[in-house]
């Protein structure tokens, strides 16, 4: 079976440094990537997606980029945090099919002091 | 483009009342429509789905319609419990891709 894992769940990191999220998924192969940000109290902003290897598209124009090192590993950076970057990041992956759901993982939790 | 409506809570109910949170979309052709659950502190899961006009998606209790003339996906419960206090959001994948468009999520709170 499929999964996806995404660490650290938590973080806490001053303004003006590096950041660098982790997602990984297992028991498939060319999975679409999907980074989303969720601020306190709203919904879902799609940041980045990904088809495959180093295809990257962004949704947002911020200050975050990703990238997709492997097939099944996509990573959310940032050279230098914003307080506006605090929320809660989702990973999610989803078949090349059409029509099909995405999964998601357990979110980190970003708090930027 | 796409797009999801979905009703602004929160949703107060007491334990064993009805539940609909209202749903509706815009998209062209055949989109695939779908409901997540987010419970607190954590990520998003599938709660059910439906790809066709007219298919009905259920789990856990909860049903929703895929209504094309109305573009309309209802969530429903005939008896909400404590535990299904969540944050509720519909969502949907076009006919010719699957990037999916999120509502703005629905807080649902359940009091004993």
């Known amino acids: 079976s499929q999964t996806i894992h995404q660490w650290p769940a938590t973080l806490v990191q001053p303004v003006g440094s590096p950041l660098s999220l982790e997602c990984t998924v297992e028991?498939?192969?060319?999975?679409?990537l999907y980074w989303y940000r969720q601020a306190a109290g709203r919904g879902l902003q799609l940041l980045f997606y990904?088809?495959?290897?180093?295809?990257i598209s962004s949704e947002v124009p911020q200050n975050l980029s990703a990238s997709r090192p492997q097939d099944r590993q996509f990573i959310l950076s940032s050279k230098k945090l914003l307080l506006s970057d605090s929320g809660f990041y989702l990973c999610a992956w989803s078949a090349g099919r059409r029509q099909t759901e995405a999964f998601f993982g357990q979110g980190t939790r970003l708090t930027v002091v | 483009g796409d797009s999801v409506t979905q009703m602004e809570g929160p949703v107060t109910l007491s334990e064993e009342a009805f539940l609909t949170i209202n749903c509706t979309y815009t998209a062209t052709g055949y989109p695939s429509l779908f409901w997540y659950v987010q419970y607190p502190g954590e990520g998003l899961q599938l709660l059910l789905k439906?790809?066709?006009?007219?298919d009905k998606g259920s789990n856990k209790g909860f049903e929703a319609t895929y209504r094309k003339e109305t573009t309309s996906f209802h969530l429903e419960k005939g008896s909400v419990q404590v535990s299904d206090s969540a944050v509720y959001f519909c969502?949907?994948?076009?006919?010719?891709?699957?990037?999916?468009?999120f509502g703005g999520g629905t807080r649902l709170m359940v009091k004993p």
């Open positions: 969502a949907l994948t076009p006919n010719a891709g699957n990037m999916l468009t």
């Open positions: 028991g498939t192969s060319n999975p679409n």
């Open positions: 439906a790809t066709k006009a007219d």
């Open positions: 990904s088809v495959g290897i180093g295809q």
